[in-house]
């Protein structure tokens, strides 16, 4: 069982920055890939980024609406994932989750994620 709890969120500006955290329970935390999704009011919950490792080398995957402004990183020894969010915009606006995946392999499908955290609000004014 994996328990995530995310941090981070607020209300800013457009253009300006903030850093999700997401700190996990649990002694295999490295084993799991993490990703975080997000929901706007109204919408799917859709794919922002994923993260994982074999031992050797860091593997990322990010949406294409982020791509260049969002990088995800991890700290095993921490069991925290992050989401450094730069340059945002009003349509980031949402409820950022983060997840984990007993596997490795790097998703962005939801369904492949067991584990979720409660969200946190990232709002974006204009």
């Known amino acids: 069982q994996v328990q995530l709890v995310e941090s981070g969120g607020g209300l800013v500006q457009a253009g300006d920055s903030l850093r999700l955290s997401c700190a996990a329970s649990?002694?295999?935390?490295?084993?799991?890939?993490m990703g975080w999704f997000r929901q706007a009011p109204g919408k799917e919950r859709e794919f922002v980024a994923a993260i994982t490792w074999d031992a050797i080398t860091w593997y990322t995957d990010y949406a294409d609406s982020v791509k260049g402004r969002f990088t995800i990183s991890r700290d095993n020894a921490k069991n925290t994932v992050y989401l450094q969010m730069n340059s945002l915009k009003p349509e980031d606006t949402a409820v950022y989750y983060c997840a984990a995946s007993q596997g490795r392999r790097l998703s962005a499908t939801p369904a492949d994620f067991d584990y979720w955290g409660q969200g946190t609000q990232v709002t974006v004014s204009s």
């Open positions: 649990g002694r295999t935390f490295s084993s799991y890939a």
